[in-house]
């Protein structure tokens, strides 16, 4: 078994010391049926959210023809589909003697994305506020990993470390279609390296 350039698994090795001999009676019934092969299958946050369909190009040997045939399998990933999920195709494998042939087990893997986490059902990220904002209240929007703009914003002071928490626009969870889990935004506020004389005299005089 071959997909994009990787190399198959082997079958299983028979068994050695056999005094009593069932393992000749065994292997009399039959070639017994490989392990199956596991490959991983990387997809980025946007596909895993969203769903996506895949098409899986494999080459596998054939004992039956005598020569190696090329198929294309159909992998479809459903919104919400975590990391380590897997999908097993019977008999797609290599086949070791006439109808005897090793299983494929897919397995998904979630590539790094540059401004979510996942943690679970949720999704987390963070924005920058300046000590101004942090005190007086900011806007922001955070985009969605379908392109939508969720907007987030407060009058109120915003501690540093606070976190902004928002129901159903996180991960789609697969289990139970139409429910998603949180957004999670975490703020990080950017105080000021230093500051002017008369800035100190303004806050001295504003600040309690």
Known sequence: FDMGGMGGMGGM????????GFGRQSRSSGPRKPAPVSRKIPLSLEDLYTGVTKKLKITRTSVTAGRDKETVLTLNVKPGWKAGTKITYNNEGDEVAAGVAQDIEFIIDQKPHPTFTRSDNDLQTSVKLTLKEALCGF??????????????????????????????????????????????????????????????????????
Do not use: H
């Open 13 to 20: 090795g028979g068994m050695g010391g056999d005094p009593y």
């Open 139 to 208: 806007k922001r929007s955070i985009q969605t990993l379908d392109n939508r703009q969720i907007p987030i914003q407060t009058s109120s002071v915003t501690k540093p470390g606070q976190v902004f928490q928002i129901p159903g626009e996180g991960m789609p969870i697969s289990k139970t279609p139409g429910q998603k889990g949180r957004l999670i935004v975490k703020t990080d506020i950017q105080f000021p390296s230093s500051l002017t004389a008369e800035q100190k005299s303004a806050l001295e005089k504003i600040l309690p």
